[in-house]
């Protein structure tokens, strides 16, 4: 039950900071930053990053913004960390 309530008010938290981020007017880097916090509020993720490709021949992809802003220190999520363009960019060729 706890848990439940605790998911619920991480819901309400998410959806109240979606909801200012259609207002707001700062910088992109705070707007990110603020967008990030709330997606790893929603998914409960560890590690959230969000990548872009730039250009098309050939595509490169690259990070737009990571949560956190330094290597985490389990190895796994370091792995993954340290590897998001090449994840990225293979995911993006799986597709054609």
């Known amino acids: 039950m706890a848990r439940e309530t605790e998911d619920r008010d991480a819901f309400r938290t ?26 790893r509020l929603l998914t409960g993720a ?19 913004a990571v949560l956190p802003t330094t290597a985490p220190t389990d190895t796994a999520l370091r792995e993954f960390w340290m590897r998001v363009e090449s994840l990225t960019a293979s995911a993006a060729a799986e597709q054609g």
Do not use: Q, T
């Not at 880097?29 to 603020?34: E, L, P, T």
């Not at 560890?46 to 737009?64: C, H, L, S, T, Y």
């Open 14 to 39: 998410a959806i109240a900071g979606l909801e200012e981020l259609r207002r707001f007017a700062g910088s992109a880097a705070d707007f990110w930053r603020k967008y990030l916090e709330i997606l």
């Open 46 to 64: 560890a590690v959230v990053v969000i990548a872009r490709r730039k250009g098309e021949d050939p595509p490169i992809w690259g990070r737009v």
